[in-house]
């Protein structure tokens, strides 16, 4: 399994939505935008970084149109989703121009773990693994 840090609001878009101000669904962010490709398909932890995007929520809604629920949290692994695929091009909201798209599906959200963030798409440590409760002790 891998782990990914993402900075908030977006790791919490990702986990467990927003509110769509249209329709009032909940709208969760089926794509991560990355200057880089990855082949790797499968689970990924989703790490909230310890300093968030400078995005305001207001211009979430506005550019987005969805609302932010909650207060995010910072500094650890707030849950989890399966990369389906990489594409150069994405019809999601979500999707930012001259980027590859992770394609996300299955997110699920995890009882917080603090646990401190890295750069890139890396293999998830077992004592990570445990802590989430996703791997049985040694």
Not at 97 to 102: M, Q
């Amino acid at each position: 399994m891998r782990v990914i840090s993402i900075r908030q609001p977006w790791a919490s878009l990702i986990v467990t939505g927003g509110t769509d101000v249209q329709t009032g669904a909940n709208a969760l962010k089926d794509v991560e935008n990355r200057s880089w490709a990855t082949t790797y398909r499968g689970p990924v932890l989703i790490h909230a970084s310890q300093r968030p995007d400078a995005i305001r929520p207001d211009e979430i809604e506005r550019r987005f149109g969805v609302r932010l629920r909650g207060e995010p949290q910072l500094g650890g692994v707030i849950g989890m989703v399966d990369i389906v695929d990489c594409v150069r091009s994405h019809a999601s909201r979500w999707y930012a121009p001259e980027h590859f798209a992770f394609v996300l599906a299955n997110s699920r959200p995890l009882p917080f773990v603090r646990w401190k963030g890295a750069l890139s798409l890396r293999s998830a440590p077992q004592e990570l693994l445990q802590l989430c409760g996703l791997s049985r002790p040694n």
